[in-house]
């Protein structure tokens, strides 16, 4: 995939091909900021049952718990991606809303002023939210649906994305 000329390559590798962590000594601190997506769908039946029991279950309030495992998610995505740096996060918000009965569309912003990108911190977020879900939602049915997991926009960096059609 060539742009403007020049075809971009893999950042995680080195001259020998050998994975490396980027070194981002060098880059201008800037304010990074990421949003991701990941949608969870529940069974119909398992979604009434839910919601006729006000989106708590024996484990506790879903979406709640949800909230807190995302942004405990994306605070320790260094420990979870291998060549992620640790990164002293200045904002994590993660939310869920009911898209319709059985559809949770979950949100992760993360923010810092810093050398590297956080879109990695946000997808995680987002990702461990929908897991935090399904854990607690899997007693009602194993047919629960994650996905799509995906980045909606990133800015800060060399190159700032935002997906279309959102």
């Known amino acids: 995939m060539a742009k403007r000329g020049r075809a971009r390559t893999l950042t995680h590798v080195d001259a020998a091909r050998r994975p490396t962590m980027v070194d981002v000594g060098a880059k201008e601190v800037t304010l990074r900021v990421a949003t991701a997506e990941a949608v969870v769908t529940l069974p119909r039946a398992a979604a009434l049952v839910l919601r006729r029991a006000g989106e708590r279950t024996k484990k506790g309030p879903v979406i709640d718990t949800a909230i807190v495992a995302g942004v405990m998610a994306a605070k320790r995505t260094h420990e979870l991606i291998p060549f992620c740096h640790p990164l002293a996060l200045e904002r994590c918000k ?54 799509p997991v995906r980045l909606l926009a990133k800015s800060g960096g060399k190159r700032d994305y935002r997906r279309s059609g959102r």
């Open 94 to 147: 993660v939310t869920v809303t009911t898209a319709r009965a059985g559809r949770f569309v979950i949100r992760c912003e993360v923010a810092l002023h810093g050398r590297t990108g956080v879109e990695m911190e946000a997808l995680t977020g987002a990702t461990v939210a929908a897991l935090t879900i399904y854990d607690m939602t899997k007693a009602l049915s194993h047919d629960i649906a994650i996905g």
